[in-house]
T-cell receptor, first 115, second 114 residues
């Protein structure tokens, strides 16, 4: 039982390049989330998927797209990377279908540097 | 709008000493409150949570937190810290009906003095 896994662990991009961050969970959770973590700002929600087949914007969705490929996998895509997207990205999952009471389980993070 | 404030960016305590990390929230009704810990290079792990009932909540690793409505606070405590407690601690508040309403504080980094 690996929990939440993320790939890659670290990535360097040039401005304008695209990439997809992958996330998978093996806990049969319904909801999945993408956050970014910047120094002094805590975690900010980019997008979330309350259940398979649905996605919704969070606090900072601009410049990102997501795909809930199936119940296990939730990917985050940067179509044209910008230096402002340099950050650490965390994927999380929770058991229930959306809601503010849920315990979220986090992956180890992807550190992204955009030059 | 809801918000959460962790006023201490960095705290250093001696091993064996007691610890209190502060968290203040802003929300009109009773919020859902969480404390998460992030060890270096790792994701966040839930320490404890408060939804209702007893205002003193016990968590993992010997941590506890107390919900004080009158002070809009949810401070995290531990009677005796260990070197392995060195990490970053995040308070979070959930409100409303959507997962997008979970707001994380900016974090408090805890260092342990040998």
């Amino acid at each position: 039982n690996a929990g939440v896994t993320q790939t890659p662990k670290f990535q360097v991009l040039k401005t304008g390049q695209s990439m997809t961050l992958q996330c998978a969970q093996d806990m049969n959770h319904n909801s999945m989330y993408w956050y970014r973590q910047d120094p002094g700002m805590g975690l900010r929600l980019i997008y979330y998927s309350a259940s398979e087949g649905t996605t919704d914007k969070g606090e900072v969705p601009n410049g990102y797209n997501v795909s809930r490929l199936n119940k296990r996998e939730f990917s985050l895509r940067l179509e044209s990377a910008a230096p402002s997207q340099t950050s650490v990205y965390f994927c999380a999952s929770s058991e229930m279908v959306g809601g503010p009471r849920e315990t979220q389980y986090f992956g180890p993070g992807t550190r992204l540097l955009v030059l | 709008a809801q918000s959460v404030t962790q006023p201490d960016i960095h705290i250093t305590v001696s091993e064996g000493a007691s610890l209190e990390l502060r968290c203040n929230y802003s929300y009109g009704a009773t919020p859902y409150l969480f404390w998460y810990v992030q060890s270096p290079g790792q994701g966040l792990q839930l320490l404890l949570k408060y939804f209702s009932g007893d205002t003193l909540v016990q968590g993992i690793k010997g941590f506890e937190a107390e919900f004080k409505r009158s002070q809009s606070s949810f401070n995290l405590r531990k009677p005796s810290v260990h070197w392995s407690d060195a990490a970053e601690y995040f308070c979070a508040v959930g409100a409303g009906s959507s997962a997008s309403k979970i707001i994380f504080g900016s974090g408090t980094r805890l260092s342990i003095r040998p």
